[in-house]
């Protein structure tokens, strides 16, 4: 089904709107760099453009004998949250995002084109827009080129956190179910998170490693790959475990999985958004994931405890 000339104006407008917020966001974040900033102008010089296709829709819908639409900012829960995590992550991770809305309105507008527009003049300045929107396109693929060092980074440290997450979270779970006091699951969550993160480090160098000598880069070693990754899983890690050092067995369980659960959103959210996912499915299923191997392995631990009784 063709889209209306309606929501071309609505998603144009929405379009100018979100580039503009980014670009604020970006001029006013203390880790802004001069690469960024001129990102930012870009993005706004890329908004003015998207207001003045909406002019165009405008005027069609007008053309039309037809009432514009009030100006609605769409899924506002949505953009609020994706600026809450481009303060975390940086911009990075929201460009692939912003090419992918380019490539969808290269193929509406192209379908409208071909099955709606029958005016000459409304099929010329739809091709003017068409040409705008694949520059657009370009402008971000760009952006994604000069970004990679900081996109690896983001790679390497949701990918990190989520490990030290989901592992740590997995082994304190079948430890209660075995220890009594807290505080030997808090010291075996650390050996264990010690041990994963020792593995993922090495990991990180070796493959970051093996990928540069088959494509050279200076811009993300696998020195710096190492580093970030250790570094986020440590982090990772310690969300399961901080609660057990002040709370007791069980309380301190409910809590860790409560914290993963809300930290683990975050990181699921910004794998959904890199990898054209669909946000809400990917975060039910992350739920449902950590669910049931919290649950595995918390049954794994009463397991063992059946056998072999409480120790310490």
Known sequence: ??????????????????????????????????????????LMELAAIESHHSD????????KGRTLPPFKNRNTWYYSYLGFLQKIFGISFLVR????????????????????STELWEREQLNKILTDEKDHEDAFIQMSTELKGNADKVRDAIYGMSDGLIEVLASVAGLTGVFINNIYVAVGGIVFGASGLVSMTIGAY??????????????????????????????????????FLFLQRYTALIVSFALVIIVDGFVTSVISIQSNGKLRKDLLRSLGLVTLGFLATFAIGLIAHHFIGYLG
């Open 1 to 42: 089904m063709v889209s209306s000339p309606e929501t071309f104006y609505e998603n144009e407008l929405n379009d100018a709107s979100l580039y503009k917020r980014i670009s604020k966001r970006i001029m006013t974040s203390w880790r802004r760099s001069e690469r960024k900033q001129d990102i930012a102008k870009k």
């Open 56 to 63: 165009f829709w405008a005027e069609i819908i007008k053309k």
């Open 97 to 116: 995002y912003l090419e992918r809305g380019e490539v969808d309105a290269i193929k509406e507008y192209s379908d409208y084109l071909e099955k709606e």
């Open 206 to 243: 070796l493959s970051e490693r093996a990928k540069g000598q088959i494509v050279s880069t200076d811009s993300y070693s696998a020195k710096r790959a190492a580093g970030n990754t250790a570094l986020y899983y440590f982090i990772g890690a310690i969300v399961p475990i901080f609660p």
